[in-house]
Structure formats: structure tokens, C-alpha cells
């Protein structure tokens, strides 16, 4: 019986052994596996969230590149246009100081000219009755006698006719 009791022993604990694996596969099955598979699908989703983030940053990145270079380009625009402006508003500066000194050269060339005509009117208002009277008196002196008159009668007929012919 020994031989049997012992039989009985393997077979027994061959069947303890097989329940003890049957539950402890249940349990993990149970258990375990579900909460295996939940971690591995949240690590999964995890991975692909990340993957989908790292897709929009990306995407996000070479929308703010291309951002930064239209900004870029149209700074460099900006800062053409300014430098122009400045140039245009330094050559209208300009453009007025020349014309102003311009005008005021032509003012004071005006002015100078009518001082100089207003000078020669006063000298001609002083001097002229001065010139007529003192012709005057060296005509009467010249021409005082009869035959000078004639004389010189005579030598602008000479001349007028020299001319004529």
C-alpha cells in the first residue's frame, strides 16, 4: 500500500500543483491581466498622444518659421521703406533750404537793384536840372553870336546830308 499511498501522494500534489497553477492563472488572468492590458493601452495611448503632440509641435514649428520669416521680410520691408522716407524727407529738406536761399538771394538782389535804381533816380532828380541848366547856359554862351548859329545850322545840313547819300 505504500506504493499506492505514494501514487496517491504524486497524484494528489500533481493536482494540488495544477490547481494551484489553474488559480493562479485565473487570478491572473483575473487580476493582473486586465490591469496589464489597461496599463499597456494607457502607455500606448500615452505614446500616440505624444507622438500626435510631437506632430502639432512640429507643425506648430514650421508654422512659427515661416511666421518669423514673413515677420523677417517684412521688417526688411519696413526698414527699406523707412531708410526711403528718410531720404525723401531729407531731399524735400533739402530741396526748401536750396529754394529758400534761393528766394532770398533773388530778395536781395532785388533789393539791391532797387536801391541802385532808386540811388540813380534821386541822382538823376538832382542832377538832371543841374545837366539842363548848365547846357543851357553853355548853348546861350556857345550860340550867342548870329554867325556860330549859322555856322552850326550849316554843319548839320553837311552832315544829314553826308548821310542821305
Same mark, same amino acid.
Given at each position: 500500500?505504500?506504493?499506492?499511498?505514494?501514487?496517491?501522494?504524486?497524484?494528489?500534489?500533481?493536482?494540488? =500543483?495544477?490547481?494551484? *497553477? =489553474?488559480?493562479?492563472?485565473?487570478?491572473?488572468?483575473?487580476?493582473?491581466?486586465?490591469?496589464?492590458?489597461?496599463?499597456?493601452?494607457?502607455?500606448? &495611448?500615452?505614446?500616440?498622444?505624444?507622438?500626435?503632440?510631437?506632430?502639432?509641435?512640429?507643425?506648430?514649428?514650421? &508654422?512659427?518659421?515661416?511666421?518669423?520669416?514673413?515677420?523677417?521680410?517684412?521688417?526688411?520691408?519696413?526698414?527699406?521703406?523707412?531708410?526711403?522716407?528718410?531720404?525723401?524727407?531729407?531731399?524735400? *529738406?533739402?530741396?526748401? &533750404?536750396?529754394?529758400?536761399?534761393?528766394?532770398?538771394?533773388?530778395?536781395? !538782389?532785388?533789393?539791391?537793384?532797387?536801391?541802385?535804381? =532808386?540811388?540813380?533816380?534821386? *541822382?538823376?532828380?538832382?542832377?538832371?536840372?543841374?545837366?539842363? &541848366?548848365?547846357?543851357?547856359?553853355?548853348?546861350?554862351?556857345?550860340?550867342?553870336?548870329? !554867325?556860330?548859329?549859322?555856322?552850326?545850322?550849316?554843319?548839320?545840313?553837311?552832315?544829314?546830308?553826308?548821310?542821305?547819300?
Amino acid at each position: 500500500m505504500l506504493i499506492h499511498e505514494e501514487l496517491l501522494a504524486v497524484i494528489f500534489r500533481l493536482v494540488n =500543483f495544477g490547481v494551484l *497553477v =489553474f488559480i493562479s492563472v485565473y487570478l491572473f488572468k483575473r487580476y493582473v491581466l486586465p490591469f496589464v492590458n489597461d496599463q499597456m493601452k494607457n502607455e500606448l &495611448a500615452e505614446d500616440m498622444a505624444i507622438k500626435d503632440r510631437h506632430k502639432e509641435i512640429r507643425q506648430q514649428e514650421k &508654422a512659427v518659421a515661416a511666421f518669423a520669416q514673413e515677420q523677417d521680410k517684412a521688417c526688411r520691408m519696413l526698414k527699406e521703406k523707412v531708410h526711403r522716407w528718410r531720404r525723401v524727407q531729407d531731399d524735400y *529738406v533739402h530741396r526748401r &533750404a536750396q529754394e529758400r536761399e534761393r528766394r532770398i538771394r533773388y530778395l536781395n !538782389d532785388r533789393v539791391a537793384r532797387q536801391e541802385l535804381e =532808386f540811388a540813380q533816380q534821386k *541822382v538823376m532828380k538832382e542832377a538832371l536840372p543841374q545837366a539842363v &541848366a548848365n547846357a543851357r547856359q553853355s548853348l546861350q554862351h556857345k550860340f550867342s553870336l548870329l !554867325d556860330q548859329r549859322r555856322l552850326y545850322i550849316n554843319e548839320i545840313i553837311a552832315q544829314i546830308s553826308k548821310e542821305r547819300a
